[in-house]
């Protein structure tokens, strides 16, 4: 590849990744529990998108849905190679990972039910806790099954399973009186 082209596709990459930073730091935050991991893992994304964004077609989809393709195959690999990796070393998310959860506003999370919550999801199965990933990010139930490679009734059904399941797990874990 000339030098010129390459350096033009490295310029609107960073462009796009920058522009979608909160996707690479959702992953790590659902695939890691300790912040060196989160941040080995982001970095894996961040790597794997560059050696495959040649192949992206603006006509063909949106960058953010291909990117979280992309990241949703590295954080799933990334956890069936590391399973230590969402062991009960657990470190709270901090507020670097909290706030590109946010899609870079600032989030207040007082009495942890945040972290609480994303700490849930991640004793979910790699594929659920990916979906759980893309409900949080409001996406369209047609765009989950685009990323995740499922039907749509699928998705639908699968989310009200896991809601059903969450919600048990976070009134379970709720202090008494809160």
Known sequence: MPKMRRQTLQREFENLLTGHSGVVFKVAAI???RHADREDLAQE???QAWRSFGRFDADKGKFSTWLYRVALNVGISWARKHPWA???RHEPID???LQHIGGGNSIDDPDGRIAALYEHIGSLDPLNRA???LVLDERSHA???DILGISTSNVATKINRIKQKLRVQMTAAQPIGA
């Open 31 to 33: 695939y890691t529990r």
């Open 45 to 47: 994304i961040c790597t």
């Open 86 to 88: 969402l062991e009960d």
């Open 95 to 97: 507020d670097q990972h």
């Open 131 to 133: 979906l759980m990933m």
């Open 143 to 145: 765009e989950m099954a």
